[in-house]
Structure formats: C-alpha cells, structure tokens
C-alpha cells in the first residue's frame, strides 16, 4: 500500500490518497472475511468501515455450520469458540404450547455440527485481530465513502471522508459489501431487482435470569411470531410485524406492546419493564432484492450489497460469506499479479447467483406461505403437515439441516497463506 498524506495546496485542500490492489467497502461480515482471506493470500488490501467499532446490536448473530467448517480450514476454530457463544445442534420451534424440532445439524459433513450464536461484534473483532497479523491488510475505521472515482468508464477507487479530512482510495478493484442500504450500489447504478417482504422485525432486549430455557426459541402464535436468542446476560428479542405497521403497534401505546410480549415469553414477563420507550425498539426493514448485475469493470459487489436477504432461516450472513470465499478463490492470483477483468467478476456472479436465488425463493415462499399467514391472525394454527413429518420422523430433520447448515453450494478456502507463520 502507498499512501500520500493529506495536503494543503493555496485554499484548497487535497486529499489524502492511498493507492492499493483491492479496496473493500464496508467492515461486515462479508468485507472482513474478504479482507482477511486476500490479505492471507499475499493481496494488498484496504477494508473502510464507516463506524468507529463494531458494537453495533441487532444484527445477524447465526453463524452457521458453513461459516465454522471455513474458520476450521483456516485453522482459527478452537480460537473463535473460545468467545461467548451458544450452541444448537439441532433447531427447534414452538406453535403455540407444542414444540417441534425443525433441522438436525448433528450429522453434518463438517467439524462443528450445530449453529453458534454470537455476537456479531466479536466475530468481526476477530478477523480483524486475524487480518492485523498480515502486513497486506489494513482496516480504517470511521471512514465514511462518499463516492466512486470513474476514469475511462471503470471504477478505479472511491472517495472517503475522514474525521482528519477527505482521503481517496485507489486501487485495481473496488469490492462493495456494505451492506442492504449500499452507498457502492446506489453510486454504480445497477440495476436491482425488488423481491418484496410481508414483513418488517422489531429488535429489543430483555434481561436473562437463571430460571430460563436454555435455548434460543421461536414461536409462532396466533399473529405473533417471535424470537428469542440467548446471550450471557441477556435475550435479544425478534418481534416480527407485518411491513409498515409500527405506526399502528406505537398507537396503541407501550404498556399494551408489553402486554404482547409477555403473552410471546410468559417466562419473562416480570422484565418486560426493561422496554422503558419506543428507543428501546429497533425497526429492521426487512428487503429482499438482488441486483441483475453485481458488477462493472473495477467494481464487484458481494453480500447485501449484491443480494440483500429476508431474516428467515439467519442465513443472511452466511451467504455474504461464502460469496467472500468465492471472491477470493477467484481474485486472489489475479489481483496479485494484475487487475481483473470483466471476466473474473462474471464467473463469481454466475458462481454465486445461482444459491442466491435459490435461497430467496425458499425465503420468500416462507414469508408469504406461512409467515403472512401467522401474522393475519389466522386462529387454526395446527401445524402444517410437513412440521408433523419432521417431528415424527427424525431422519427427515437432516433435509433442512443440510439446507440451512451448509447452504446449497458451501465454499471452501482455496487460496493458501502466503505468510505461513501467521497460521
């Protein structure tokens, strides 16, 4: 990485700029691991993360059986574990009083057969604890893209405002995975395809006692579906409503939406106070959309930023992940020897396009098959005759274990480290 320092020319002021091969926009899930396997690989890389740390809650804590085999390949596994996390090995969800196991991971070609619920923040902080042992990686907080550089018709960095002035990025190739809500994506004009979601998911805390369940939970009732996920000390709590309906839940006051969740964890009731205002409660817009496109000559974009998920099945992050994994397997040698062609980004589309679609299908069958069913209020709520088949039959639960386990084409790591005394 070359880097010229920020300077003054008469009134003007010049931004810093940093020249690099592969500039990564947004530190989530999908940049870091992105970041972290093509610095590994020997590829100068700049991942810009617009906040100043990664303690951002509600957001996406599943990491999946695929997610732990890539970690495992890296040789990091026994590290990762080592942070606060919980472990299903198999999922389970609850209709109405009755309880039904869904998806068995426990016979799972992997070396961790279970979901891990983790803070998101940890696992980010971890990669990027990894990616700092790489002299090719670099990680700059608090930086803010602004816009994209186009010269002759290709994307050859980005603009960045920083809190000590402005800073521009160079390099062979911009990577967008900043997410559903994609600065990358709005500036390159791609096109996106909206998918539509029935409906939006309210975010809150409760506080954990002793005397709880053990696991995370899901319950469908009678126009409330909820999730509860276990932390140390606390429960991170999904309520999910049809779209555009806060308004409507906020008028009919605080106590009454307290009332709703105590019926959802009865268990809880007693800590619904921890709700003291409608800041207590995040709103998550759930989309579900995809770009036609995911890329133009210098720019490629991967994750949300690509393909942005429904939270059904938590699988969100681990699709941005093995599309991480994709991308490096096809940038790595290319980025270190030269740039990318048009050609290299297509194959990673055409690579991963296919699960995509896949998996939003699924998603959105779903959401509008059973989840807008639970949310009209629909009073029959026996559970459908497939959930009776997983239940009785538990060679069955394999099927949706293998599914959301490993996803329908798992990646795996095949760029080596070119810094062997890191591993």
């Known amino acids: 990485m070359k880097e010229r320092p920020l300077a003054l020319e008469g009134a003007c002021i010049v ?41 951002r809650d509600f957001r996406g804590d599943t990491l999946h059986p695929s997610t732990l085999e890539l970690v495992y390949e890296l040789g990091w596994i026994d590290d990762l574990l080592k942070l606060p996390h919980q ?15 869904v998806a068995d991971f426990t016979h799972l070609p992997t070396h961790c057969k279970f979901l891990a619920f983790m803070p998101q923040w940890d696992f980010l902080n971890f990669f990027a604890e990894r990616g700092a042992r790489y002299p090719t990686f670099t990680l700059r907080m608090r930086a803010q893209v602004e816009e994209l550089i186009e010269a002759s018709g290709r994307i050859v960095g980005v603009r960045v405002a920083m809190p000590d002035g402005p800073l ?44 709880d369940p053990q696991a995370t939970t899901l319950r469908f009732d009678a126009g409330r579906l909820f999730i509860m996920i276990r ?28 009332a709703s969740v105590s019926t ?11 709700i003291r205002s409608w800041d207590d409660v995040k709103l998550l817009t759930v989309q579900v959309d995809r770009l036609r496109r995911w890329f133009r000559p210098g720019l490629l974009c991967i994750g949300d930023c690509a393909h942005a998920m ?82 009785r039959y538990p060679l069955l639960r394999r099927i949706p274990g293998r599914l959301l386990g490993l996803g329908v084409r798992p990646e795996h790591v095949k760029t080596p480290d070119a810094y062997i005394s890191h591993s």
């Open 168 to 211: 521009e990025v160079h390099g062979a190739l911009v990577i967008g995975c900043d997410g559903r809500h994609s600065v990358v994506r709005a500036h390159a004009g791609l096109e996106v395809e909206e998918l539509g979601a029935p409906m939006d998911v309210l975010w809150f805390h409760l506080p954990r006692a002793a005397t």
């Open 310 to 391: 429904s939270p059904v099945g938590g699988v969100g992050i681990n699709l941005a992940i093995q599309d991480a994994v994709a991308a490096a397997n096809e940038l790595a040698a290319v980025l270190r020897d030269g740039g990318p062609t048009d050609e290299h980004l297509r194959r990673i589309q055409e690579r991963r396009e296919p699960p995509t679609k896949l998996t939003q299908r699924a998603q959105v069958f779903v959401a509008n098959k059973v989840i807008s069913r639970v949310l009209a209020g629909t009073r029959d709520m026996r559970p459908p005759l497939i959930l009776r088949l997983l239940d």
């Open 264 to 274: 959802c964890a009865p268990f809880a009731a007693d800590r619904t106070g921890a």
């Open 15 to 55: 931004p810093a700029i940093i020249t690099t091969r592969c500039c990564i926009v947004g530190g989530g899930p999908a940049g870091m691991v992105l970041g972290v396997l093509l610095a590994r690989a020997g590829v100068d890389v700049v991942v810009l993360e617009k906040h100043a740390d990664f303690l």
């Open 87 to 101: 472990e299903a090995p198999i999922l389970q969800a609850q209709i109405g009083e009755t309880t039904f196991a």
């Open 231 to 258: 932390r140390e000390t606390e429960w991170q709590c999904g309520y999910v409503i049809p779209k555009g309906s806060l308004a409507q839940i906020q008028s009919r006051g605080l106590d009454a939406f307290r």
